[in-house]
Structure formats: structure tokens, C-alpha cells
């Protein structure tokens, strides 16, 4: 008797497919975790209520699966196993590549051991697993009416029989144009000539004598090589690869590089730390940078703000919506911090310092992740030393911010320790200068150097 494993209950009508974590003929111990599906933007990982041996993984990696729809097919663990020890290495190698439960096999060799022909013939009394056919593959779609059938080709030489003229035949004189009886239609006939080599016949061409017309073979997904894993795009990393894809090929990127000492900023924070705690927050440099930004948004406000559809024109925007690039296991997500221009330091501190657990949690809604008018990716690895964001589809810049880091300076004709921050903007040449994405980016770095003004 088989057990039919089925989707259970996943937070969702339907997932995605992650991956298996058991292959098939492997043991499944009653509760165990099998596979790992994407339900909305979580990860769930999901158990099998059966203990047993997973005889067939039903759902493949990528597929979309409803609720209560077939998983996996297991046979039920047998209570004894006891034979399992009777067989050698290779004996058990075979039972696992032919789907063989040895704890059901009985033992045919000396002291009951379990032999290869035990297995094989333990195999031919396996019952059938039933064939589970796709959706698309069980309506078959309409075949098109049969052509009319047009002799093979071949190739003829000059004594070929086939060229041979029929014996002459006595003929009457030739009648004359005055004489000769209209000729009756005749049907139409159906040529297939081997085309000259260099030239092509047009499809209609074909088509128009009654030549059906050909499709090339069907394409088939090249086999992954054995030390190779190919894992599909799903949900919000498929979404995300999506829109950076046509972001890249539409959008004219050109780039600026500013660096900013936010040695003040630093000793700043310090300073503000325990007022942080009492708040419940946690200050951050990019707290800091959301908040110069803001102000520089305002001071330049063509950067903040959207391509026409068309693609022949700029909209500009009067609030400040900011996204903030951030990854949370395989969801790349931009939630948004709206009205950035009305938050003091200490509203978007708090805003930001709870974004982290609230995207864990999957605790951000929708409305959320969409409208961003201007997007900073901040990259706190202290190896990274620049950052060059894509551009998201309408916005026309982006900015990448890097962890602050400690350098000698020479400052007076002394050599200083201060410390430094990268800011590299991504804009659309389309709608912004050079000249323009200097000014923005300095006007961003002179805020950033007199904190004071942030707080």
C-alpha cells in the first residue's frame, strides 16, 4: 500500500517549489522535514506526518503546487528491520537505485543474507506507480490537418530509369491555331523540387502550392552535468531579476563618485547613543544619510523624481519617498519610507532600525514595497568600498552608500586620521548632467559633514 504524500497546509493556496532535502529512496522518518517550498515571500519548510521510503518526488524544483496536491509517494515504513543488516554495501546500493525497501525483502542467501537477485526480483513485484501527467499534458492539443503526402526525394543519375523517354508512337500532323480545340484545364499538380543550394524558397511561396510549411524540431533544456545544480529564479527573487533586467537595457546609466568625512557624524553618534537607547532605537549611519538625503532632495529636486511612461519627459516629485534596498534570505525587497522630507532624525532612526525584523517576519505589506521615488543601497561590509546601484524603473538616480572607514587624510600638510564614507550615484543620463550629479553629490557630502544640522 502506498501513502500518497500531499501539500499540507502552508500559509498559501499555492507555493513554489525550493528544493528536496531527501532524494528518493531514502528513509523518511515520521515528522521530518522533505522540502522547502516559497509560500508569498516566506521560506516553509515542509514534513511528512508518514514515516517510510520516499519511492518518487512527484513535485520537481520550480513547479508551483496547490494546496492538497500530490507531493511525493512513500511506502510505509515496515516495523521490522532486522534483514536490513543481511546485505552487503553493493547489495544495498542496488536496492536504493531500484527503489527496493530491504526490510521487506526476505533473504535468500546464506544465514538469510539478502543477495542481488533477492533485490531484482523484489523490483518485479513492485506495484506500478501510477503516471502523473502535467496539466498542459493532459489536454492534448489539436493536431493540425494531415498534409497531402508528397513523394520521398531521391537522386537520379543520367541513366537512371526513370529518365528514359517512353518509344515513340506514331503522331497526327500537328493542328493548326485555327483548327486546334481548346485545350481542357488540367488539374493542378504538386512539385517538389530540391532547392539550389544558396537560395531559399519563401514560406509563402510554399504555402501557395499546397507545401505545408515546416517548424524546426523542438528544443530541449541542455542536461545539467553531474557536479553542477541549477536552481530556478521563483517569487520576489524571479520579480526582482525581472526588473533590473529591463531597467538595465532601458535605462542610460552614467555614474558619480563622491567621498565624505563623517568623522563628526561618528563622534555624533556616540554622543546620541544613550538618548537612543531611552527611545528604543537603534541610530544608525544611515540614519544620517536618510536624512541628508532628504534635505538634498529637496535642494535638487529633479533627482527626485520619475520617467514618463513614453519615455519624453520627467515628472518631478514633491514628497520624498525613499526605498531602502535590502535582502532577506532569497527575497530582495525596496520597502519605502514616505514623506522623508517631514521625519526628523529620530522618527526615521526608528523606522529603519525595525525594518530588518519586520521583513524576517514578512511583516511588511505590499502597499510598502511600491513608490519609491529615489532608492539607497547601503552595503555595511567593511571589504566594500564602492557601490553602483541599477536604477529601478521609473526613478531616474540611485544611490549607493559603504560602511564609513578609517583612512589617513593629509590635511594642512599633516597626515590625519579620519573617517571616510563612499557614495557613488547611479543616474539616468537621460535626464541629469554630469555637472548636476557633481552638484547633487556634493551638496550631499557637506550635509553629511555637519551632522549637527541632521539632528
Not at 544495498?92 to 527496493?100: G, P
Not at 543601497?377 to 526613478?395: C, F, G, H, R, Y
Amino acid at each position: 500500500m502506498l501513502y500518497e504524500f500531499r501539500l499540507p497546509e502552508a500559509g498559501s493556496t499555492e507555493v513554489a517549489m525550493l528544493g528536496w532535502e531527501v532524494r528518493e529512496g531514502d528513509r523518511v522518518a515520521a515528522d521530518q522535514v522533505v522540502c522547502r517550498v516559497l509560500a508569498g515571500k516566506a521560506e516553509v519548510e515542509i514534513r511528512c506526518p508518514q514515516a517510510g521510503v520516499l519511492l518518487k518526488q512527484v513535485a520537481r524544483i520550480g513547479d508551483q503546487v496547490r494546496l492538497r496536491q500530490l507531493v511525493a509517494i512513500l511506502r510505509p515504513e515496515a516495523q521490522s528491520l532486522q534483514t536490513h543488516g543481511l546485505a552487503l554495501p553493493s547489495v544495498r546500493k542496488l536496492a536504493s537505485e531500484l527503489k527496493v525497501d530491504l526490510s521487506a525483502v526476505k533473504g535468500g542467501g546464506p544465514g538469510g543474507r539478502i543477495t542481488e537477485e533477492d533485490v531484482r526480483e523484489a523490483q518485479k513485484s513492485l506495484p506500478e506507480l501510477p503516471v502523473l501527467k502535467r496539466p498542459e499534458e493532459q489536454a492534448p492539443a489539436p493536431q493540425p490537418a494531415p498534409a497531402p503526402e508528397i513523394p520521398p526525394e531521391r537522386s537520379l543519375t543520367l541513366d537512371d530509369p526513370a529518365l528514359a523517354l517512353p518509344p515513340e508512337q506514331p503522331t497526327a500532323p500537328l493542328p493548326t491555331a485555327s483548327t486546334a480545340p481548346p485545350a481542357p484545364p488540367r488539374p493542378a499538380e504538386i512539385v517538389e523540387e530540391k532547392p539550389t543550394p544558396g537560395l531559399a524558397i519563401p514560406a509563402a511561396a510554399l504555402t501557395a502550392i499546397g507545401v505545408p510549411e515546416t517548424t524546426p524540431p523542438p528544443t530541449h533544456p541542455e542536461a545539467t552535468p553531474p557536479d553542477e545544480e541549477r536552481i530556478a529564479f521563483m517569487g520576489p527573487r524571479k520579480r526582482a531579476a525581472e526588473r533590473l533586467a529591463h531597467s538595465w537595457k532601458s535605462i542610460p546609466h552614467a555614474y558619480g563618485l563622491a567621498e565624505a568625512d563623517v568623522t563628526a557624524l561618528r563622534n555624533l553618534m556616540r554622543e546620541l547613543q544613550p538618548e537612543a537607547h531611552k527611545k528604543g532605537c537603534d541610530l544608525s549611519e544611515l540614519a544620517f544619510v536618510v536624512r541628508a538625503l532628504a534635505k538634498t532632495l529637496h535642494e535638487c529636486p529633479d533627482f527626485n523624481s520619475h520617467m514618463t511612461e513614453d519615455g519624453h519627459g520627467i515628472v518631478f516629485k514633491r514628497s520624498c519617498n525613499i526605498g531602502i534596498a535590502m535582502t532577506v534570505g532569497h527575497a530582495p525587497i525596496v520597502p519605502v519610507l514616505r514623506d522623508a522630507q517631514k521625519k526628523d532624525l529620530w522618527t526615521l532612526a526608528s523606522e529603519l532600525s525595525k525594518l530588518p525584523a519586520r521583513a524576517r517576519d514578512h511583516n511588511i505589506p505590499e502597499a510598502e514595497l511600491h513608490g519609491a521615488t529615489f532608492t539607497v543601497t547601503s552595503v555595511s561590509s567593511a571589504a566594500s568600498n564602492l557601490v553602483l546601484p541599477v536604477i529601478l524603473q521609473p526613478e531616474t538616480a540611485s544611490l549607493g552608500v559603504t560602511k564609513a572607514h578609517e583612512r589617513a587624510v593629509v590635511i594642512g600638510g599633516g597626515i590625519h586620521s579620519r573617517w571616510r564614507m563612499n557614495l557613488g550615484l547611479s543616474y539616468d543620463r537621460r535626464c541629469h548632467d554630469p555637472s548636476h550629479a557633481a552638484a547633487f553629490l556634493s551638496a550631499l557630502a557637506r550635509r553629511l559633514e555637519a551632522p549637527r544640522s541632521l539632528a
